[in-house]
C-alpha cells in the first residue's frame, strides 16, 4: 500500500534532505527528558514553525508563577517537515477575487494588512532574539505573460486600494515592456511588486526553539503520536505515543498536512500535498569573479507566471545560490501531490524540470556563458484546505484542544502572529474575536463541513 493510500497521513522515515537542513542544529534530535513526561499543563503536537511560535509566544507572554509546564513533541527530527523544505520566502499576498466575492473586502483585507504586519513583526522578532538566519528585506516580483493575468493584477489590487488607499505605497503593477525591464524575466507583461524577505527558515525555528528548552519547554523528538484518547476525569486528554502515553490538560495540533491522523474530523478538511524545491549553484563569472543576479535587486525574489497553470517560487540568497520551488504545473492536471504525504520521494512528472532554469526565464543568464548546477532537490507537505484559508481556534466541540494548521504552502506571513493569537486564546481565555487573527482563518463546526473530493 503506497503512503498517499493509507487512510491517514503520517511523517515517513528516510526523508529527502532538503538544503536548510544540512547542517542540523543540536537540538535536531533533542530529548529534555529521558523518559516521555506522563503529564504536563500543554501539550504541543508539532515541532516547526507552528509549533515552535506557539511555545515561543506561551513562555514569553506567560505570568502564572509557576509557569505551566509545556511538552513539544515531534515526530521526527525539529524542522524536519514544511518549515524545513519551504522556498525561504516570506511574501504577504493578497485573496483573489472569488475570496472577495464571497466573504466580502472588508474581511479580505484584514487577510491583507495582517500578512503585511508579519514583515515588521518578523524583523524584530529576529532582531529582539539575536538569531542569525540570513533575513533580508527585499522587493518582490509577482510575474505574468499573459494579459488576463495583468487585468486580474490590475483589478485585485485596484480593489484593495480603493479600500485603503495606503495599499498603494506598498503594492504596485508594472505592465508592458517595463515590466520585463524591471524583473529581469524573459517576455513577461506584467509585474507584481512589493516589498517581501526570504530567510534560513530552519536556522530562525531553531533558534527560537533554543530559546524555549532553555525557559523549561520539555522537548522529545522521534516521538510520533499514534493515537488521540478521550478527556478523563480530572480534564486531562490522552495520546499514545510511540514510548508511551501522555495526559494533557490543554493541546495544541500544530500538525498542518498531518493533522487528520490525529484529528479524523478534519480527514478531507486539511489535506496534504506534496510539493517540490531545489537548491541551485551558480558558478562566478570568469571575468569579474562575481556571480549574477536577477532583475533590478541583488536580492529580489519571484513568483512567475500566477495563477494560471500553476506558478513557481523562487529567492535568491546571500551567497549567490538560488532557492526555487514549484513546477506544480508539470503535474497539475494528473492531480498528483494533493493526498499524498511521502516526502522520502520526488515527484516524477517535475523530473529535470529546473534544469537550466535560471537561463530559460532570466535574461541575464546566457546559453553557453553561464553555468547553473541544481545541486539539491527535495519534496515537502504542505497542508491546504479546500477554501485555501488556515484553521486556527479551539477544535470544534473539543474543550481544551487546539489547532493552527491548514496553510496553503503559504504559512510565512501568517503563523508568527496567528500563533500569537492563539496563545491569548489559550492562557488568557480570549475568544477568538479578541484577537487580530483574521476573522476567515477561525477553526469552525461549519467549515469542517467544506472538503475535498479525494
Known sequence: MTQSHLPFPVPVPNATIPFWRTN????????????LPQKTDILIIGAGYAGI????????????????????????????????RNGGHLRPSVPFPELIEKYGIAACLEIVLFEIAHMDAMKSLIEKEGIVCDF??????????????????????????????DLAEDYTVVVGEEAEKQSGVKG????????????WPYKLFA?????????????????????SGGRDEEGYWGFETERGDVRAKKVVFATNGYT???LPEYKDVIAPRKALCTHIVVKPSAEDGKVKRMGNGWDSTYIIEPPLGGFDYLIQRPDGGVVVGGAN????????????????????????????????????????????????????????????LPHIGAVPGKEGQFIIAGFNGHGM?????????????????????????????????????????L
Not at 501568517?414 to 492562557?427: D, Q, R, Y
Open 207 to 227: 533558534g527560537l526553539l533554543e530559546i524555549c528548552v532553555k525557559r523549561g519547554v520539555n522537548l522529545q523528538t522521534n516521538t510520533a503520536v499514534l493515537k
Open 413 to 453: 506571513p501568517v503563523i508568527h502572529l496567528s500563533s500569537k493569537g492563539l496563545v491569548e486564546m489559550i492562557v488568557e481565555g480570549k475568544k477568538f474575536e479578541e484577537t487580530r487573527i483574521p476573522k476567515l482563518y477561525e477553526a469552525t463546526k461549519e467549515r469542517l463541513g467544506v472538503k475535498f473530493v
Open 260 to 262: 487528520a491522523g490525529l
Open 53 to 84: 511560535s506557539t511555545a515561543y509566544h506561551l513562555i514569553t507572554s506567560s505570568s502564572s508563577s509557576p509557569p505551566p509546564s509545556i511538552v513539544l513533541l515531534e515526530a521526527r527530527e525539529i524542522c524536519s517537515g514544511a518549515t524545513g
Open 24 to 35: 542540523p542544529h543540536p537540538l535536531d534530535t533533542h530529548r529534555s527528558t529521558a523518559s
Open 136 to 165: 533580508t528585506l527585499t522587493g518582490g516580483h509577482t510575474v505574468t505573460k499573459d494579459p488576463a493575468t495583468v487585468e486580474f493584477m490590475k483589478d485585485v489590487l485596484g480593489r484593495y486600494i480603493a479600500e485603503c488607499p
Open 188 to 199: 513577461v507583461i506584467g509585474d507584481w511588486q512589493h516589498e517581501v524577505a526570504h530567510l
Open 329 to 388: 504545473r508539470t503535474y497539475k492536471e494528473d492531480g498528483s501531490g494533493l493526498g499524498d504525504w511521502d516526502d522520502s520521494s520526488m515527484i516524477k512528472p517535475a523530473e529535470g524540470y529546473f534544469e537550466g532554469y535560471l537561463e530559460r526565464y532570466f535574461s541575464t543568464f546566457k546559453k553557453g556563458e553561464d553555468e547553473e548546477t541544481v545541486d539539491m532537490a527535495w519534496t515537502g507537505i504542505q497542508g491546504h484546505t479546500p477554501d485555501s
